[in-house]
């Protein structure tokens, strides 16, 4: 399945053969210090700079109705944020994951990105738009 927005994400997890747990982690893009004048405009044309994780969470599928939920959430934290990642966390014997089991598996998400390995994680726009990376 092609996932083109944040609702086909939820679609594809209802889906699955066993219950999903979706991890989010939210991401501000920033310029380092001593950038180029380059990296200053691409980063202005929002297509560089680097990803920050500045926030994280975990939801069941039923948890969310759309995406205008999750930003109106993540609004009340008061914490800026670019774009989110999402990954599916799989459930076993009929049984999603519970918040516990999805700590570690968050922590490794949040790791990858700060590494740049983003390839397994399907990041959205604030308008709930998938976004590809080149």
Same mark, same amino acid.
């Given at each position: &399945?092609? /996932?083109?927005?944040?609702?086909?994400?939820?679609?594809?997890?209802?889906?699955?053969? !066993?219950?999903?747990? =979706? #991890?989010?982690?939210? +991401?501000?893009? !920033? #310029?380092? !210090?001593?950038?180029? @004048?380059?990296?200053?405009? %691409?980063?202005?044309?929002?297509?560089? $700079?680097?990803?920050?994780? *500045?926030?994280? *969470?975990?939801? =069941?599928?039923?948890?969310?109705?759309?995406?205008? $939920?999750?930003?109106? @959430?993540?609004?009340?934290?008061?914490?800026?944020?670019?774009? +989110?990642?999402?990954? $599916?966390?799989?459930?076993?014997?009929? =049984?999603?994951?519970?918040?516990? !089991?999805?700590?570690?598996? =968050?922590? &490794? &998400? +949040?790791?990858? /990105?700060?590494? $740049?390995?983003?390839?397994?994680?399907?990041?959205?726009? %604030?308008?709930?738009?998938? +976004?590809?990376?080149?």
């Amino acid at each position: &399945m092609d /996932i083109a927005q944040f609702a086909d994400l939820l679609s594809a997890a209802k889906a699955q053969s !066993e219950p999903q747990r =979706l #991890l989010f982690v939210f +991401v501000a893009a !920033e #310029l380092p !210090e001593d950038a180029t @004048e380059a990296e200053k405009q %691409r980063h202005a044309e929002q297509q560089g $700079g680097s990803l920050r994780p *500045v926030l994280c *969470v975990d939801k =069941l599928p039923a948890e969310l109705n759309d995406f205008a $939920g999750l930003l109106e @959430e993540s609004a009340r934290t008061g914490i800026n944020w670019d774009l +989110v990642f999402a990954a $599916g966390l799989s459930g076993r014997g009929g =049984l999603a994951p519970n918040s516990d !089991e999805a700590e570690q598996p =968050l922590k &490794m &998400m +949040v790791g990858a /990105i700060e590494t $740049g390995s983003i390839g397994n994680f399907i990041a959205f726009d %604030r308008d709930g738009l998938a +976004v590809s990376f080149f």
